[in-house]
């Protein structure tokens, strides 16, 4: 979603210019991947941006899962199900694909953003320390988990204490850091939830047999896999590259844009 339009035309314009270096090419064709839950004033809004800061019209859009489940190698133009979760930093996407569409799919606001937003306040309702994003983050990644782990870690976090304003280093867990982020964990493990309840029970059944694919940072966190086993029932499988298919499936998207420009355009149609 665009905040400010300005700021998000001078960003792409700058993309661009960085692409084409002094040789000023002809206008550049474009892909620009979208939450699967944006309304068509919002989309609008993309495209754009996207064509005031120089892309070839139309801009094309992509709704992430879809970029996402292409970037991890899924058979897309199957007729079987395929059902991706990516977990980013602002928005979790749920979506099961056929036939190279959407058949059913689940946006919610809660991402890697909300867990460091979760630590951060968990730590300073617990021990009056203030942290900052970066710190949350780092914390996050070194112990966050969404299910208890065979061997329980501990660290010390540094911040600011929030009585005294100086420095203060305390000593905090997994436990303490897991029942930190639980409820936005709990949250995208719903969002899964709801899409399987969705989902036609033949591509169900596929689902069944080949499994869950997470992408995206959020896939990363220690033992979300084994969570999601346990809640659905269902295998896991996390992306090879988790981190970048978003980014692999839209470039995908443009090298062979002619074999995937039903993607594009079932998305539009969305």
């Known amino acids: 979603m665009i905040a400010n339009f300005d700021m998000c035309e001078k960003m792409l314009a700058y993309f661009i210019r960085r692409v084409q270096g002094p040789r000023k090419f002809a206008k550049p ?3 620009i991947c979208v939450p699967s839950g944006i309304t068509g004033v919002e989309q ?7 064509e005031s800061a120089g892309a070839r019209k139309p801009a094309h859009i992509i709704e992430e899962p879809m ?3 292409i970037g991890a190698g899924l058979p897309v133009h199957e007729p079987t199900g395929n059902m ?14 056929s036939l190279g569409g959407i058949v059913t799919s689940q946006s919610v606001r809660i991402g890697g953003d909300e867990l460091d937003e979760a630590i951060i306040q968990y730590i300073k309702k617990e021990y009056s320390l203030a942290l900052g994003e970066r710190t949350a983050e780092e914390i996050k990644i070194a112990l966050g988990s969404a299910c208890p782990l065979e061997e329980e870690l501990h660290a010390e976090i540094r911040g600011r204490d929030l ?3 100086l420095p203060k280093t305390i000593v905090t867990t997994t436990e303490e850091i897991r029942l930190a982020i639980e409820e936005p964990v709990s949250a995208i493990v719903d969002a899964v939830k709801v899409t399987l309840d969705k989902t036609p029970p033949e591509l169900a059944a596929d689902i069944m047999e080949q499994g869950i694919v997470l992408t995206g940072g959020g896939a990363l966190l220690h033992g979300i896999d084994a969570r999601l086993v346990s809640e659905t ?3 896991i499988v996390i992306a090879d590259n988790p981190l970048h298919s978003v980014v692999i499936g839209s470039g995908q998207c443009l ?3 002619e074999v995937l ?10």
């Open 233 to 235: 029932g269902m295998p």
């Open 261 to 270: 420009k039903g993607v594009l355009m079932s998305s539009q149609g969305h």
């Open 163 to 165: 009585v005294t304003g």
């Open 255 to 257: 090298e062979e844009f």
């Open 44 to 50: 609008r809004a993309v495209q754009e941006a996207a």
């Open 84 to 97: 991706v979760v990516d977990i980013g930093g602002g928005t979790t996407e749920v979506a099961v694909i």
């Open 29 to 31: 064709r474009m892909v």
């Open 67 to 69: 970029a996402a489940a």
